[in-house]
């Protein structure tokens, strides 16, 4: 069957389209149906049912002849490692540390949240939570203490699993004392925590609050898998919403495990057995359900990559490791591939390996840009695919579903919605627009197994975010258009949210950081266009009245607010100081104006602005910092 097919198949009948894929999960009580209404718009999938994720990632597969085959390769150019894990290994390795977790009163439905860098440890960590039920958080290691607080106090760990350090190019960082700051920062305190020691930094335990992984682990009694209801929380993943405080994005076991891998074949073309790489980061919705969950459970190799597309040691990185390890699909996102392009543009490096295993290359967590999809798929000779998708999605909203059929790639398009998602673009009193006309993006409800059920600790703010605008459908927060062949374009966020090197990040939360400073009266953050990474925040600073201090003084000291309060992944380092900022006469911000000035894009003047003067002050201001040209 083609996609066209397959896709009319599941919209005729979703409830057995999805029974059929859950066929492929082993199940402690089978599901009796998929769907269960909840009432105002809520959904859950295979609620009835019991099941556990470890089980199906790991166990199964050692039961199931796989016990030999490399379960997790963990390659690290940073620190010169390689290390081969088993299924086998993997199940010894993932039971003890759950144990450990238990003997120390972790239990089903009990939060922990796990701050790692790329180490195998990480997804072990994961693992373990699930095979007795916990609720694992997963914090970005590039995160400062103040947003690991914030998750803290959101999600109310009893444990926080921790390494001692993350490794960034030329920079040891230490997780350490940015646990033990946010602990403080936080109202809640865990009752423990498990420290990996790592050679490059051996942390200070606190008696009492911190244990090491490996006396505890090695003290410990392998725990078994616990069976969980189908709608029992596998974890909670905090992403960027339009404020400072994130929004706990809630994945459902069932769902997930049904979803995940029902994509591993039909989207990523791999078979059980076969080596799939996405170079991302568990911090990341990519990492949660392409380095850990979805390969594992579908009986894949999964890849831990611990390095950046360049630097480690050069921009060959990535095709040593896919022909190193025999890579088949590569996941990764376009920024790494513009950092690449950028130092190789003539594919030198490429032509040193034997990449001839490697089938087909996705990109998503950005808009992948025609240059770059051209380049990577003349230096490399496959298919390179777009897909988009969401945190609050798990998988993939559109994608080219390659294991079922290759369709035409139409560069600047991510293809065609998966089944599951009946896509539709709407104005703004939520009527479907023409083919070809920009709109919203909204997907019809209910939305498929492994997407978000609900906010955690937020389900009002759920229904605002998501619901609300559109009654029956959920409002992705992207603005776009469907073409006459069913193609879908992401062209933009209708919200406060910029994506920074496949970073997802809110301009709101960064303001708030900028208002805390003593001299700022008021601010502004936009997003602008960057060629390496996508978007880059700027920050507009109006001062106090009476505030003589030298600007370069006041914009160095926000630029280190933000690293301190959100972290160094905000990659927040431009700002300017202007008397005013533009606004409408209601006092509305014009921020979509000051975007279309800083990236040399057509602009119209906004009927509504207050005070067109201001503008030439603001474009003045941006050529000050190399924009607005
Ligand atoms: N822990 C601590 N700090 C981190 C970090 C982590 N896990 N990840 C990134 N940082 C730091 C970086 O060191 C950098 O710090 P600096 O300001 O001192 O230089 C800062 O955060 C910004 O990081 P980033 O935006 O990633 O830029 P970079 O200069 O390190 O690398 C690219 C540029 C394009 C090579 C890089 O962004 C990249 O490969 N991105 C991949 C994107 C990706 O995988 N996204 C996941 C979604 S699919
Ligand atoms: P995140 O939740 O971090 O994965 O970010 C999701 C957002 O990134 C989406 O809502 C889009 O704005 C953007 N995004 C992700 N993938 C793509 C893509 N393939 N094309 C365009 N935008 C994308």
Same mark, same amino acid.
């Given at each position: 069957?083609?996609?066209?097919?397959?896709?009319?198949?599941?919209?005729?009948?979703?409830?057995?389209?999805?029974?059929?894929?859950?066929?492929?999960?082993?199940?402690?009580?089978?599901?009796?149906?998929?769907?269960?209404?909840?009432?105002?718009?809520?959904?859950?999938?295979?609620?009835?049912?019991?099941?556990?994720?470890?089980?199906?990632?790991?166990?199964?597969?050692?039961?199931?002849?796989?016990?030999?085959?490399?379960?997790?390769?963990?390659? !690290?150019?940073?620190?010169?490692?390689?290390?081969?894990?088993?299924?086998?290994?993997?199940?010894?390795?993932?039971?003890?540390?759950?144990?450990?977790?238990?003997?120390?009163?972790?239990?089903?439905?009990?939060?922990?949240?796990?701050?790692?860098?790329? +180490?195998?440890?990480?997804?072990?960590?994961?693992?373990?939570?699930?095979?007795?039920?916990?609720?694992?958080?997963?914090?970005?290691?590039?995160?400062?203490?103040?947003?690991?607080?914030?998750?803290?106090?959101?999600?109310?760990?009893?444990?926080?699993?921790?390494?001692?350090?993350?490794?960034?190019?030329?920079?040891?960082?230490?997780?350490?004392?940015?646990?033990?700051?946010?602990?403080?920062?936080?109202?809640?305190?865990?009752?423990?925590?498990?420290?990996?020691?790592?050679?490059?930094?051996?942390?200070?335990?606190?008696?009492?609050?911190?244990?090491?992984?490996?006396?505890? #682990?090695?003290?410990?009694?392998?725990?078994?898998? +616990?069976? #969980?209801?189908?709608?029992?929380?596998?974890?909670?993943?905090?992403? !960027?919403?339009?404020?400072?405080?994130?929004?706990?994005?809630?994945?459902?076991?069932?769902?997930?495990?049904?979803?995940?891998?029902?994509?591993?074949?039909?989207?990523?073309?791999?078979?059980?057995?076969?080596?799939?790489?996405?170079?991302?980061?568990?911090? %990341?919705?990519?990492?949660?359900?392409?380095?850990?969950?979805?390969?594992?459970?579908?009986?894949?190799?999964?890849?831990?990559?611990?390095?950046?597309?360049?630097?480690?040691?050069?921009?060959?990185?990535? %095709?040593?490791?896919?022909?190193?390890?025999?890579?088949?699909?590569?996941?990764?996102?376009?920024?790494?591939?513009?950092?690449?392009?950028?130092?190789?543009?003539?594919?030198?490096? #490429?032509?040193?390996?034997?990449?001839?295993?490697?089938?087909?290359?996705?990109?998503?967590?950005?808009?992948?840009?025609?240059?770059?999809?051209?380049?990577?798929?003349?230096?490399?000779?496959?298919?390179?695919?777009?897909? %988009?998708?969401?945190?609050? @999605?798990? %998988?993939?909203?559109?994608?080219?579903? #390659?294991?079922?059929?290759?369709?035409?790639?139409?560069? &600047?398009?991510?293809?065609?919605?998966?089944?599951?998602?009946?896509?539709?673009?709407?104005?703004?009193?939520?009527?479907?627009?023409?083919?070809?006309?920009?709109?919203?993006?909204?997907?019809?409800?209910?939305?498929?197994?492994?997407?978000?059920? @609900?906010?955690?600790?937020?389900?009002?703010?759920?229904?605002?975010?998501?619901?609300?605008?559109?009654? &029956?459908?959920?409002?992705?927060?992207? /603005?776009?258009?469907?073409?006459?062949?069913?193609?879908?374009?992401?062209?933009?966020?209708?919200?406060?949210?910029?994506?920074?090197? &496949?970073?997802?990040?809110?301009?709101?939360?960064?303001?708030?950081?900028?208002?805390?400073?003593?001299?700022?009266?008021?601010?502004?953050?936009?997003? +602008?266009?960057?060629?390496?990474?996508?978007?880059?925040?700027?920050?507009?600073?109006?001062?106090?009245?009476?505030?003589?201090?030298?600007?370069?003084?006041?914009?160095?000291?926000?630029?280190?607010?933000?690293?301190?309060?959100?972290?160094?992944?905000?990659?927040?380092?431009?700002?300017?100081?202007?008397?005013?900022?533009?606004?409408?006469?209601?006092?509305?911000?014009?921020?979509?104006?000051?975007?279309?000035?800083?990236?040399?894009?057509?602009?119209?003047?906004?009927?509504?602005?207050?005070?067109?003067?201001?503008?030439?002050?603001?474009?003045?201001?941006?050529?000050?910092?190399?924009? /607005?040209?």
């Amino acid at each position: 069957m083609g996609y066209r097919e397959i896709y009319d198949a599941w919209k005729a009948d979703p409830e057995a389209f999805w029974m059929e894929a859950a066929e492929a999960i082993d199940w402690d009580r089978k599901p009796t149906k998929a769907l269960t209404e909840k009432g105002d718009n809520l959904y859950e999938w295979f609620a009835d049912a019991e099941c556990n994720t470890c089980w199906n990632a790991v166990d199964r597969h050692v039961e199931g002849g796989r016990a030999d085959q490399a379960a997790i390769i963990y390659d !690290s150019p940073i620190t010169g490692r390689k290390e081969t894990i088993t299924y086998a290994e993997l199940k010894d390795r993932v039971a003890s540390l759950a144990g450990a977790l238990r003997a120390k009163g972790v239990d089903k439905g009990d939060r922990v949240i796990i701050y790692m860098p790329m +180490v195998p440890q990480a997804l072990e960590a994961m693992l373990a939570c699930g095979r007795i039920g916990a609720i694992h958080s997963v914090v970005f290691g590039g995160f400062a203490a103040n947003e690991l607080a914030v998750r803290i106090d959101d999600a109310q760990p009893k444990a926080i699993i921790a390494a001692s350090c993350g490794l960034e190019p030329g920079r040891v960082v230490k997780y350490k004392p940015l646990l033990d700051g946010a602990i403080d920062i936080a109202k809640h305190k865990p009752e423990f925590t498990l420290i990996l020691q790592r050679e490059e930094e051996v942390a200070d335990l606190i008696p009492g609050r911190d244990f090491d992984w490996v006396e505890a #682990v090695e003290a410990a009694e392998p725990a078994d898998c +616990v069976p #969980v209801e189908g709608n029992h929380p596998s974890y909670i993943l905090y992403t !960027s919403g339009t404020t400072g405080q994130p929004k706990g994005v809630i994945r459902h076991t069932a769902g997930q495990l049904v979803a995940l891998n029902w994509t591993m074949k039909n989207i990523y073309n791999v078979d059980p057995g076969e080596v799939f790489w996405a170079a991302s980061d568990v911090g %990341w919705v990519v990492g949660h359900s392409y380095i850990a969950y979805a390969p594992l459970i579908h009986g894949n190799t999964t890849i831990v990559f611990e390095g950046k597309p360049v630097g480690t040691p050069d921009a060959g990185t990535f %095709w040593r490791v896919i022909s190193e390890h025999d890579v088949k699909s590569f996941f990764t996102a376009p920024t790494a591939f513009r950092a690449v392009k950028r130092e190789d543009p003539k594919g030198d490096f #490429v032509k040193k390996y034997d990449l001839s295993g490697l089938r087909v290359v996705y990109l998503a967590g950005e808009r992948a840009d025609p240059d770059t999809i051209v380049w990577a798929q003349d230096q490399l000779g496959v298919p390179v695919i777009d897909h %988009w998708w969401q945190t609050e @999605t798990g %998988w993939a909203i559109a994608a080219n579903p #390659v294991g079922i059929e290759l369709l035409p790639v139409k560069l &600047g398009s991510p293809s065609v919605p998966m089944p599951g998602y009946d896509v539709q673009v709407l104005d703004e009193g939520g009527n479907p627009m023409p083919a070809g006309e920009l709109g919203a993006i909204a997907v019809k409800l209910p939305l498929p197994p492994g997407t978000l059920p @609900t906010l955690w600790n937020a389900p009002e703010r759920f229904q605002k975010s998501y619901l609300n605008t559109f009654p &029956g459908y959920y409002e992705t927060g992207d /603005a776009g258009m469907i073409d006459e062949d069913g193609y879908l374009y992401i062209m933009a966020r209708t919200d406060d949210v910029i994506n920074v090197a &496949g970073h997802r990040l809110s301009t709101g939360g960064m303001e708030e950081v900028l208002a805390s400073h003593p001299d700022v009266a008021e601010c502004a953050v936009i997003g +602008v266009s960057d060629q390496l990474k996508g978007q880059l925040p700027v920050g507009f600073l109006c001062l106090n009245a009476g505030c003589n201090r030298p600007h370069e003084e006041v914009v160095a000291e926000v630029v280190k607010l933000v690293r301190e309060k959100i972290g160094p992944v905000a990659a927040f380092k431009l700002a300017v100081v202007v008397d005013r900022l533009p606004k409408t006469r209601s006092g509305k911000i014009l921020r979509g104006t000051m975007v279309s000035i800083a990236d040399g894009s057509d602009w119209k003047m906004p009927a509504t602005i207050d005070d067109p003067a201001i503008l030439d002050e603001i474009t003045e201001a941006l050529q000050t910092i190399g924009y /607005a040209k």
